[in-house]
């Protein structure tokens, strides 16, 4: 029941929340004396631990949330009416700005959502290097979220030390595509260039170096005994009520569920890999962090062995109708320049249909719904934003706890104002 | 859309044995015999998702069904979202809704159209706590109306905006701007 949005529906909850959560405190007032006041506070808009730009007026009774209101939409920028004026390539540009903490799983998930459109398959190489810089992305998202978290709960170090190595990896991204943070990366039919030398020695150098810092931040929080009084049993959320709020992702494996879209519908040849889905059972704060520091292990195994067995081959399709000619060809030869021109033009054939294509984001299932008249644009374009979906379980996941509660829970769900909003 | 050439019988056979065929064809008995066979208009498979038409009055009751069965256990909503098709009178909007069964992993598409004079589709608030949001969204955009939605306002675009932008009537552009020509750039 969706009934969070009112006084009435509120106080239901914290009843509810009063039986079932083991985690509210014995000495915590009783919800039921409702003669007490009750203090208004804004968290947010721009509150230096909601880590992007969005509200939520809480209602406090003391140190307890007793009900809070979210507002969203402070960095809309209405990209699905952007992208019905777009053709397809233009719109890349846009995912990278809805998750910018993993740009280069939404511009994968956005090329094979057109691929599948179009029927264009894609070589194994490409595939393989394509799950290469997604497994990259997830790792720089998890541990921006992890780290962040650490932060949260007054632990700077973990951070600084994780940041060294988002940086490292921006520089494989920068080698591959020449962008960091929004990578624009790859194209509709493969990727725009092959690996260089120096990106796989970056990619190897960083193989080698990462597995120590990571263990070594794993040493630091999962069992430090301030960390865990602060998260164990924070924010927690039955794996019921996940489902029924549309979690995917880490935040639903935290809570035993154990759905992850690589596994359940493979794309990119993710079949060919062996990996493990980490699941938690509480679905608390804690569940979450340690979800996402083994994913981390679980990427990095994903990445050795695309790396390893990377085939030999082309990393484009053969697909001249929809990919880009090399420029060199375009300066000589006419029907590359035909090919450049159209492509560029937009005037590339597509057919007419609706197509659904999700891929694991670094939150989730991040789906494209493209609807397609056979123009030149997108005639609907919707994009399943895990963000936006699994926020609003937010009030619900904080009634009953404290604040400082509710800034950690925040951090842990890992909420991407860009996603939230598109 | 579906392959439209011929299929030879061996293509038959091939893609009737295909795992997601079955579950397809599983689903929609499914669908059939919960709800009846003429509850549902445009059967098709486009890449491989069941989508199927059918009408608002028996959206919230198939959604709910569906939820509540236990043979394929559809009971994920993945997303939905309205649609405008300004040239189909009397079918004007859409709800798109995307159901997944986690269990045996099998995605329905469900699809209903109506008037945009009369734009009130019921609220699945009281079985998805996710259509929250998602039903708002679609009110902020298209203004579908939600009968029975909790908190129905809008999310994403500031509260007195006084339309719905994502209606095709809406141009990104200015459209009484002479020098840009729209001849090659957009619709």
Redesign the interface.
């Known amino acids: 029941m969706a009934v969070n949005d009112t006084l009435e529906g509120t106080r239901k909850i914290v009843e509810e929340a009063e039986v079932q959560r083991p985690n509210l405190h014995p000495l915590a007032p009783s919800v039921n004396d409702f003669n007490q006041e009750l203090t208004t506070l804004n968290l947010g808009p721009t509150h230096p631990a909601t880590h992007g730009i969005f509200q939520n007026i809480l209602q406090m009774d003391g140190e307890r949330i007793v009900s809070g209101v979210p507002t969203i939409g402070y960095i809309h920028r209405a990209f699905e009416k952007i992208a019905e004026r777009r053709p397809f390539y233009q719109i890349t540009p846009l995912t990278d700005r809805m998750n910018y903490c993993s740009s280069p799983i939404n511009n994968m998930g956005w090329h094979m959502t057109v691929e599948k459109l179009l029927g264009v398959e894609v070589p194994k190489r490409a595939q393989y290097m394509r799950v290469i810089l997604m497994e990259l992305a997830r790792i720089s998202d998890h541990l921006i979220c992890n780290g962040i978290l650490g932060v949260d709960t007054g632990a700077f170090t973990g951070f600084l030390y994780l940041m060294d190595e988002r940086e490292k990896i921006y520089e494989i991204y920068e080698e591959v595509s020449g962008a960091r943070l929004t990578t624009n990366m790859g194209r509709v039919g493969g990727m725009e260039r092959d690996f260089t030398d120096v990106a796989i020695q970056k990619l190897r150098a960083w193989l080698k170096t990462f597995p120590a810092v990571m263990s070594e931040f794993e040493k630091m929080f999962n069992r430090n005994r301030i960390f865990m009084d602060r998260v164990v049993d924070v924010g927690a959320i039955s794996a019921e009520r996940a489902l029924n709020y549309g979690f995917t992702g880490p935040n639903l494996r935290a809570a035993g569920v154990d759905y992850d879209v690589r596994v359940m519908n493979p794309y990119s040849s993710y079949q060919d890999f062996e990996f493990e889905i980490p699941v938690g059972t509480k679905g608390d704060t804690y569940d979450r962090f340690m979800v996402r520091n083994e994913e981390i292990w679980q990427s990095l195994r994903i990445i050795n062995q695309a790396l390893e067995n990377l085939p030999e081959g082309p990393y484009h399709a053969d697909a001249p109708h929809y990919y880009l000619p090399p420029k060199q060809a375009v300066y000589k030869n006419m029907e590359a320049l035909i090919y450049h021109f159209k492509i560029v033009m937009g005037e590339i054939e597509a057919p007419v249909g609706e197509v659904y294509h999700s891929v694991e984001g670094g939150n989730g299932e991040l789906g494209f719904y493209l609807v397609s008249d056979g123009g030149r644009t997108p005639y609907r374009l919707h994009f399943r934003r895990p963000c936006f979906i699994y926020y609003q379980a937010y009030t619900e996941m904080v009634t009953g706890q404290t604040l400082s509660d509710a800034i950690v829970t925040l951090s842990s769900m890992n909420v991407i104002a860009g996603e939230l909003d598109a | ?1 579906a392959d439209q050439n011929e299929s030879t019988p061996a293509q038959e056979v091939a893609a009737a044995q295909d795992p997601a065929t079955q579950k397809n064809a599983q689903l929609l008995a499914l669908l059939h015999r919960l709800f009846g066979e003429d509850t549902f208009t445009d059967v098709e498979e ?2 491989g ?1 069941l ?1 199927v038409t059918t009408t608002r009055e028996r959206i919230h009751d198939i959604i709910a069904g569906l939820q509540q069965d236990q043979e394929l256990q559809v ?5 939905m ?1 309205g ?2 098709f300004p040239d189909k009178e009397g079918q004007e909007l859409g709800m ?1 809704y ?1 159901l997944h069964s ?1 269990v045996h ?1 099998v ?1 329905l ?1 469900l699809k209903i159209f109506f008037p945009i004079s009369d734009p009130v589709v019921p609220t699945m ?2 079985l ?7 039903e708002r ?1 679609a009110y902020d ?1 298209f203004g579908i109306q939600f009968p029975g939605h ?2 129905l306002i ?5 509260e007195d905006m006084d339309y719905h ?2 209606r095709k009537e809406y141009a ?2 200015d459209g009484t701007r002479e020098d840009k020509t729209d001849l ?4």
């Open positions: 859309m486009p890449y998702l989508t009971n994920f909503l993945t997303t979202c649609m405008h798109v995307h986690l992993n995605r598409r608030t009281d998805y706590s996710t259509a929250n949001w998602m969204e955009f909790p908190n809008r999310i994403l675009n500031v932008p994502m990104l552009e090659f750039f957009g619709r």
